[in-house]
Every structure is written in C-alpha cells, then in structure tokens.
C-alpha cells in the first residue's frame, strides 16, 4: 500500500494547513486511514482518523479545530487544520490501520503502512 502525503508548510499561529494523503480506493473502502504527528525528540502519536464508513477520532486537543475526511474519488484523505498553534508545530504521517482497527484504535503499533511525511512549522 502506497501512501503520499503532502500540504505541510509554515504559518503563523491562528493560520490554517489542509494536508493530503494520497493512497488507492481499495484502502479507503477497507482500511481506516490516521494522521500521526512527529515533533523533534518526541515520539510519533495520533491525531486524527477516519475508517471505511466515515466514523472519525479526534485526540483532545485537536478536536474542535482539525478536520478529518475524505474523498473516494480522489482516492485522498485529507486534515483540515485551523487555529494552528506552535505546539501543532511536526512532521505529519499519514498511515493505514490494520484490518478492523477502528479510528479510535489509532496508535503506532496499529499502523499497518506509512506514508511519507509532511513538515508543518507553526510560529511567528
């Protein structure tokens, strides 16, 4: 499985970012696809994730501000980020869950494929 990621970039706080992953629609209609967050010297964890029927999870401290959907037709999962804030600041990983994983579910050793990851730098 092939996973592309891409739209990170630098705003300042208050800003917003959609990020894209890229994958094929045999995944999208079996696999729950995550967004997972790297930042210098910490480990990868979760943010968001979306399974096959549109059921979607949000850690804490995103919900109200990242979106998480996606397009079947562009074969594309995508993270809608607003109201950034330096702490947002990481390199972001899209990846599929494993068979029957649902989104809530989401964490490192669930992860069946990366994809590459995307720098998205929030500061002024």
């Known amino acids: 499985v092939q996973l592309q990621a891409s739209g990170g970039g630098s705003v300042q706080p208050g800003g917003s970012l959609r990020l894209s992953c890229v994958t094929n629609?045999?995944?999208?209609?079996?696999?729950?696809i995550a967004w997972f967050r790297q930042a210098p010297g910490k480990e990868r964890k979760g943010v968001a994730s979306?399974?096959?029927?549109?059921?979607?999870y949000y850690i804490d401290s995103v919900k109200g501000r990242f979106a998480i959907s996606r397009d079947i037709d562009k074969n594309t999962v995508y993270l809608q980020m607003n109201s950034l804030k330096p702490e947002d600041t990481a390199v972001y990983f899209c990846g599929t869950l494993f068979l029957g994983i649902t989104p809530e579910r989401m964490n490192f050793d669930n992860v069946g494929n990366w994809g590459s990851g995307t720098q998205v730098t929030v500061s002024s």
């Open positions: 979306i399974g096959p029927t549109d059921d979607t």
């Open positions: 629609r045999f995944t999208l209609e079996h696999y729950a």
